[in-house]
């Protein structure tokens, strides 16, 4: 485990590079992953890149960033294309493992989706490196096992001094997700005994206003029209419903060890306060950005530190306004289905992130309509996370299959 | 000078109670500091009370703060009232520099007006004291006076430790003002370097949607009605002629060491903004708060700690709408007049605020029209401003005096 300090990794000094593996690089956060760490050479090494079967993509990524290693899902793949004289080529199912414990590592990215990415994130933590993650399944499913490992690399340096900023768990568990950026954003230099709650901002989707009979008949068309920022399709669908933000609740309960009823929602369509936190005080704080993900990804890498970056900044004069509002569990109840799942433990959040993404994906195939997406959210809460201990990294893996087989292939929720 | 690490000051656990002196305690901001204190028994030792004629009240406070000395201003009426036994009265033309450093007293609130308030600030920051200041004379008149103080004690704790919350020059000189203090809460846990601009943010005042014709003829009474803030008459007509977002500039340029090209002003009607700042890396961070002056002024007291406050916290929901704008100093020129103060330099800004005080109590006593006070500020600036050195705290209050005597005793702007 290292545990050096924050003046021994160069705070209040120029940071040494950090030397980082990055785990999904031809995804979405993957690629944006790549334009930061392209724009820092002096502040990154990238010592590993690794992608699912984006041959061709991971091969012009490593001819830019010139990493040692690299690793496809695709093994076949990776014999084809050109890498650069001397890249060493990862294979076999734990090479994600492989990369993210390497000794040459203090950073591991992960962009990668599904639960399997906490097997991972669990061996780098246990390896004593920094990870930064945009897997939601890290903190929905996993919490009760990645947290312990963060707050144990967090003790060990808080041992020696309670001001070094790797004293928190958030440098060792760093979210890369805009809403919970804003609130480790919030947080920097301010004591979690000092917390009142946290308030999540939700843009609220295409269909804040519509009414239930509108909501009842939308279409994958409709929904995939987010308002404020341009994103993939199960993330739009979830904003959409609101389960996105519901599995933010979740994340915020684990990540910052606040009680859910400390965890607020507030419906922002203007998405520039991208969340805020409330001090015992009655003093809030909040984060305002432009939508660009490459600044929470940025962050999560410089962290304590600050980089110039093209993100643009906010313009509250330009903005002009922001509103604000309580969300409607009655239109959207997918919100409360997440809390409810929250408040019965990790086999209950397990299943709902296990049956979101079989929900969204049948509701994009037309096998459900938009009302059946919190319904079998509801259902599989129901059949599997009442019951049971907290899952194991395998019992998590199994639990997602069981999940996804159950409403796949049954006909819960069919058009009727 | 004392300069005891966070840890030896009782970081990182419960920190010891401070030793407290209050200059200026019958006043507005002086009767919420003792509400404040009264409030935390556990954290504050009342060591010292000073206030101006208020001899009653002095002594009320006294025998509900036990301090172990008191001051008043007009001496006389001091041996009046009755105060509890071995309470010391302590007397003479330095009794607030007396109280401010006595070897028992750790911080000292000063709530005092005036230039003359400089000299116990710069006698306590001498003896190595935390000062928490609601005087804007401070930084306006005296920023490169007292900056050089502050800052010369935080960097003997960052030699130290630079991650020790008092290694901040913040942490000696403490603005008590809802505006710096969102600053300062905005800034905890970041670096200087990562800064990009400060973001005062201006109710705006009574007039923001007047015409310049409308603006001519105003009245006291009408300056008098603040839209957000229920402040004194002073205050109140500076918020009404941005001649207060003014002076915050310049002490805002002092405070934080920030090129004034780098602090924007922007127009926020709810007052719940308090004020932002915008990050390097395109992040802003924005300090929200209800109307209430005893948050800024507990956190002055208790960083970098907070404690419950009686404090109502922002209700976003319930507020609904946030909007902003650009400043108009067309309408509102004492804005870019006293830019042009701060950038001439301390001898400018000290004859703006003096000048300042003239006219609002020209404009309250209808010897000047509304348009006079920038007009009277901008001729005091142009006069006083230009030539010469940056005066030492001697030289500060003899041109205090002959600013008010320029511009009090002539026919300067007498209504036509």
């Known amino acids: 485990m290292s ?3 924050f003046t021994e ?9 950090r030397r980082v593996a990055l785990l999904g690089s031809t995804g979405s956060i993957g690629r944006q992953t790549v334009e930061v760490l392209a724009a820092h050479p002096d502040a990154f090494t990238v010592v590993a890149l690794a992608a699912g079967s984006n041959a061709g993509l991971l091969a012009e990524q490593a ?4 990493p040692r290693a690299v690793a496809l899902g695709d093994e076949a793949a990776l014999a084809g294309p050109d890498l650069p004289t001397g890249t060493e080529r990862v294979g076999g199912s734990d090479a994600l493992e492989t990369l993210a414990t390497r000794d040459d590592v203090d950073l591991v990215i992960v962009a990668t989706s599904g639960v399997v990415s906490l097997r991972p994130v669990l061996a780098a933590l246990r390896a004593g490196k920094v990870v930064a993650t945009a897997n939601k399944e890290t903190l929905v499913a996993g919490g009760h096992l990645v947290m312990p490992l963060a707050r144990d690399l967090a003790a060990a340096v808080a041992a020696t001094d309670p001001g070094d900023p790797y004293a928190s768990p958030l440098a060792w568990l760093r979210p890369i997700d805009s809403e919970h950026s804003a609130i480790w954003q919030c947080l920097v230099g301010e004591s979690m005994t000092a917390v009142a709650s946290l308030i999540l901002t939700a843009s609220g989707g295409p269909f804040l206003d519509s009414t239930p009979e509108e909501i009842a008949t939308v279409t994958p068309a409709q929904a995939l029209r987010h308002p404020t920022w341009s994103m993939g399709a199960k993330i739009t669908i979830d904003s959409a419903t609101l389960a996105n933000k519901g599995l933010e609740v979740i994340e915020a309960h684990w990540l910052y060890d606040v009680d859910y009823d400390a965890i607020e929602v507030v419906i922002h369509p203007q998405s520039v306060v991208h969340s805020a936190v409330r001090f015992v005080d009655g ?19 410089t962290y304590p530190d600050r980089r110039p970056s093209p993100a643009a900044p906010p313009d509250l004069i330009a903005t002009s306004r922001l509103d604000f509002r ?8 997918a919100l409360r289905i997440a809390r ?7 086999r209950a959040s397990a299943a709902l992130i296990a049956a979101d993404e079989v929900a969204v994906a049948r509701f994009l195939d037309g096998s459900l309509d938009f009302p059946g997406i919190p319904r079998l959210l509801e259902a599989a809460v129901e059949r599997f996370g009442v ?7 395998d019992g998590l893996v199994a639990l997602d299959l069981e999940v996804r087989a159950a409403f796949a292939t049954t006909a819960f929720g069919a058009r009727t």
């Open 3 to 5: 545990s050096l300090s």
């Open 387 to 393: 019951a049971g201990d907290a899952p194991d990294i």
């Open 63 to 66: 001819g830019r960033l010139r």
């Open 326 to 333: 309580a969300p409607d569990e009655g239109r959207f109840p």
């Open 340 to 346: 409810e799942a929250g408040h019965l433990g990790p």
């Open 9 to 17: 990794r160069g705070g209040g000094g120029q940071p040494p590079a």
């Open 283 to 301: 003093s809030l704080k909040a984060q305002l950005g432009t939508p660009d993900m490459r600044l929470p990804i940025q962050y999560a890498l």
